[in-house]
């Protein structure tokens, strides 16, 4: 059975000092598709108990499947006993996953531990996968020859509509579309915002945003058979 390991950022506040922290259905949405086929294993920079962002909590509180997540003791105990990067050995997985919220932007791009991380992954053509803001954790990731793993490839991810929409371009440190097309990369998107969008270019992966949670993992599992 391949192995799988979920990234979680450890950032609980934003720029503007908000509670913040992993968006729950980019995390319970992918997790119970991959579950029956993977090993699932969490990590987060500071290790154990991640924080969730609240408000994911309460926007997905009718949501039988991030329900379900937060109730289910296997999953409380893979987060009880999250890793911290710097003790993962790439070796043990076949796929990284990042999970999303506006965490991820604020910690895991400016994270050296985490962007080695990534990059060897990449390098060495294991699944490099990201939802929503999640790909802002691959912006310091590198290929073999030190260009950014984005330079040249397809990707999506959280669009600067859509950070518009919700009023919160200034939470974060970079507008990822933007940031990810300075770096090389060619961003696609859905016809509209919050749209279900997944791109795989090669063993790189995104998802655009919340809706895009289920295809995601569904990406990830075709792509790990």
């Not at 979920?6 to 720029?15: I, Q, R």
């Not at 909590?57 to 999250?82: H, I, M, P, Y």
Request: net charge negative.
């Amino acid at each position: 059975m391949p192995s799988v390991l979920f990234v979680l950022t450890s950032a609980n506040k934003t720029l503007l000092g908000h509670q913040t922290g992993w968006y729950l259905p980019e995390a319970a949405h992918p997790y119970w598709v991959l579950a029956p086929h993977a090993n699932i294993d969490f990590a987060s920079p500071a290790g154990p108990n991640p924080e969730i962002d609240i408000g994911s909590v309460k926007a997905f509180a009718n949501d039988e499947e991030s329900q379900r997540f937060l109730n289910d003791e296997t999953v409380k105990g893979k987060l009880a006993s999250a890793k911290k990067l710097s003790d993962v050995n790439v070796k043990d997985y076949d796929a990284i996953f990042y999970v999303g919220g506006h965490g991820p932007a604020i910690d895991l791009p400016f994270d050296t531990t985490n962007a080695n991380l990534a990059s060897q992954f990449f390098q060495a053509g294991k699944i490099t996968s990201a939802v929503c803001h999640g790909p802002a954790a691959l912006v310091a990731a590198v290929d073999a020859s030190g260009k950014s793993i984005f330079s040249g490839k397809k990707f999506t991810g959280f669009s600067n509509v859509e950070e518009d929409i919700t009023g919160s371009v200034k939470e974060i440190p970079f507008l990822l579309e933007d940031k990810i097309k300075e770096l090389g990369g060619h961003y696609e998107k859905a016809a509209e915002p919050w749209g279900n969008h997944v791109v795989v270019d090669g063993n790189l992966i995104t998802g655009q945003n919340p809706a895009s949670a289920v295809s995601i993992g569904e990406a990830i599992l075709k792509a790990l058979k």
